[in-house]
């Protein structure tokens, strides 16, 4: 699965992406955004309705990505499927100096998770 989402369009283009991918433990979750964003505690999280469920460990990133595998991935994509009325959100500050906010919306998330893991089997992933 890959999600794209852009933060400022050309010539000074920058991006966040989202891609889960299968690996050695199960899939793994990775989100890589453009060099020079500055974020703050819990910049990437999911908020539901009510609260938010999930927030990255500074730890988790090294550089512009975070990387999640195994037993965390698990974890991780729990959330994101349980999370129908959540959404996904990275707040930040772009290398230009503007205050930034994507949401990606969880509601479908579920049904694409589904269809990765049926594909993923039957390619033999």
């Not at 050695?24 to 974020?39: A, C, I, Y």
């Not at 990606?104 to 594909?119: G, I, N, Q, R, S």
Request: net charge negative.
């Amino acid at each position: 699965l890959r999600y794209v989402e852009t933060d400022s369009p050309r010539p000074n283009f920058g991006a966040a992406f989202a891609f889960v991918t299968p690996g050695e433990n199960g899939p793994d979750v990775e989100f890589s955004f453009e060099r020079g964003l500055k974020t703050a505690e819990n910049a990437l999280r999911i908020d539901t309705l009510e609260k938010t469920i999930w927030s990255q460990n500074p730890s988790d990133c090294q550089g512009t990505t975070c990387t999640y595998q195994g037993d965390a991935a698990q974890r991780l994509l729990e959330h994101m499927k349980a999370a129908k009325t959540g959404a996904l959100v990275f707040e930040f500050t772009t290398r230009l100096g503007s205050d930034f906010k994507l949401t990606w919306e969880l509601e479908p998330f579920e049904a694409a998770f589904d269809d990765f893991v049926a594909e993923s089997t039957k390619r033999g992933l």
